[in-house]
């Protein structure tokens, strides 16, 4: 099994940063891909970005040029910097790990709220 914590969340105004962090533990080696979603109050949960095993990214079309996921293979740990943030990155962000023939991992979340 594969366990996930993330922390880093908390309330900023708008045009500020927060940097997200996903450390995981267990089997951390059946681990293909990580990414983090997030799901606002009354919204289905989305997908935000991911980064694989071999370090590709990919974002959602609002996260480009503002976030960017990166990973620390030494701390089995990913993160996501959040740049320039709007009212409507407001969430719950989580983290998900893709496992190896089994079904996903996923953190507890952690809130990010932009507001003034």
């Known amino acids: 099994q594969v366990q996930l914590v993330e922390s880093g969340g908390g309330l900023v105004q708008p045009g500020g940063s927060l940097r997200l962090s996903c450390a995981a533990s267990?089997?951390?080696?059946?681990?293909?891909?990580m990414g983090w979603y997030r799901q606002a109050p009354g919204l289905e949960r989305e997908w935000v970005a991911s980064?694989?095993?071999?370090?590709?990214?990919n974002y959602r079309d609002s996260a480009k040029g503002r976030f960017t996921i990166s990973r620390d293979n030494a701390k089995n740990t990913i993160y996501l910097q959040m740049n320039s943030l709007k009212p409507d990155d407001t969430a719950v962000y989580y983290c998900?790990?893709?496992?190896?023939?089994?079904?996903?991992?996923w953190g507890q979340g952690t809130q990010v709220t932009v507001s003034s």
């Open positions: 998900r790990a893709t496992i190896l023939y089994k079904s996903p991992s």
């Open positions: 980064i694989t095993s071999g370090g590709i990214t």
């Open positions: 267990g089997s951390v080696g059946s681990i293909a891909g």
